[in-house]
């Protein structure tokens, strides 16, 4: 059974850094593509970074020069540096992989439990 775990997160004030990890577990063939989104109360579910096998990052622009997403498919994780954070970077987060279970076989969306961050002014 594949799983993602994240760690990471916490509590910090506007201006200060976070770095949120996630590890995916469990038997499969490969990782596609990796990403974190993050839900603020009251908002829908937004993309906030992802990248591909290939190492390609996409970045939503609220975060462009702020955030760097990076990952190691050998070790199956994904890393997002939060630096310069805002108030409104406050969010529960969440990371995602699209995941091939076998060969030749579909790919499949994984969700980690998601975790929070929040920024003081």
């Known amino acids: 059974q594949v799983q993602l775990v994240e760690s990471g997160g916490g509590l910090v004030q506007a201006g200060g850094s976070l770095r949120l990890s996630c590890a995916a577990s469990?038997?499969?063939?490969?990782?596609?593509?990796m990403g974190w989104y993050r839900q603020a109360p009251g908002k829908q579910r937004e993309l906030v970074a992802d990248?591909?096998?290939?190492?390609?990052?996409n970045y939503v622009d609220s975060v462009k020069g702020r955030f760097t997403i990076s990952s190691d498919n050998a070790k199956r994780t994904v890393v997002l540096q939060m630096n310069s954070l805002k108030p409104e970077d406050t969010a529960v987060y969440y990371c995602?992989?699209?995941?091939?279970?076998?060969?030749?076989?579909?790919?499949?969306?994984?969700w980690g439990q998601g975790t929070q961050v929040t920024v003081s002014s």
């Open positions: 995602h992989m699209k995941i091939k279970r076998a060969e030749g076989g579909a790919t499949f969306s994984y």
């Open positions: 469990g038997r499969f063939f490969s990782i596609n593509e």
């Open positions: 990248i591909t096998s290939g190492g390609i990052a």
